[in-house]
Nanobody
Framework: VQLQASGGGLVQPGGSLRLSCAVS????????VGWFRQAPGKEREWVSA????????YYPDSVKGRFTISRDAASTTVFLQMDSLKVEDTAIYYC????????????????WGQGTLVTVSS
């Protein structure tokens, strides 16, 4: 399984950014993909997840209403649309995947991609 994340960059507070994660190596749709982030000096934090069996998205309260996770079924690419970004959203964002949804939500996922840096600053 390989996860290739991209799309990070510098954005002003209130702005938007879309991250992408190209997923390959899974067979069928019995897996979940999500995003974690880690800011300097802080513990890693779950950001979102999507269950490929039914496209159900999941979010923590910290990003609910601002972030949207979705997938392109044709290419198994997962997107994280981030709107109304705040300075505290600055972090390295990691795409993760596992056959178990709960493993993705708790950060116990077997597969992690390389991180992509998101900086929210004026």
């Amino acid at each position: 399984v390989q996860l290739q994340a991209s799309g990070g960059g510098l954005v002003q507070p209130g702005g938007s950014l879309r991250l992408s994660c190209a997923v390959s190596g899974f067979t069928g749709n019995a897996y979940a993909v999500g995003w974690f982030r880690q800011a300097p000096g802080k513990e890693r934090e779950w950001v979102s997840a999507i269950d490929f069996l039914n496209d159900q998205p999941y979010y923590p309260d910290s990003v609910k209403g601002r972030f949207t996770i979705s997938r392109d079924a044709a290419s198994t690419t997962v997107f994280l649309q981030m709107d109304s970004l705040k300075v505290e959203d600055t972090a390295i964002y990691y795409c993760i995947a596992d056959t178990g949804l709960w493993a993705v939500i708790t950060g116990a996922a077997q597969y992690w991609g390389q991180g992509t840096l998101v900086t929210v600053s004026s």
